[in-house]
């Protein structure tokens, strides 16, 4: 079994008031942050674990898996408002936990439709230099 990883960078702004909350619960749960929120300048390692095809010597082609992070992570969340521009962020706080719960589904559906002889094994949403999440298969 090989590993292959990649990273990516995008931006977002988001805000993790929920309007069904008071201002002060929402002080409590998320600190300081208006209803407005802020934006990150998230970077996004995914990794993906197969067998080398012994034709072509790889997990996964790279240019596949490019072109998979394009269209279902930077297209539908660089430079938009996750609140606003995201429907499943309408009503859920695009926590980094949540968003990176939404990136990892929507990469792992992807690599299924597609029928890569691989799968999503790591991902790794740094928001700043100090915190990042991840989730592991």
Do not use: Q
């Amino acid at each position: 079994m090989m590993r292959l990883s990649r990273k990516i960078h995008f931006n977002a702004g988001r805000s993790l008031w929920r309007p069904d909350w008071t201002a002060e619960k929402n002080r409590a749960v998320y600190g300081d942050e208006g209803p407005h929120g802020y934006g990150h300048n998230y970077e996004l390692e995914v990794a993906v674990a197969g067998h080398t095809d012994p034709s072509t010597g790889m997990v996964v082609n790279l240019t596949d898996l490019d072109r998979v992070l394009k269209d279902e992570v930077d297209r539908p969340l660089d430079h938009r408002n996750l609140n606003r521009d995201v429907p499943e962020f309408a009503k859920t706080p695009p926590t980094a936990e949540n968003v990176a719960l939404w990136i990892w589904t929507r990469i792992e559906d992807r690599i299924a439709r597609e029928k890569w002889p691989c799968r999503v094994v790591h991902l790794r949403l740094t928001l700043t230099p100090g915190f990042s999440v991840e989730i592991e298969a």
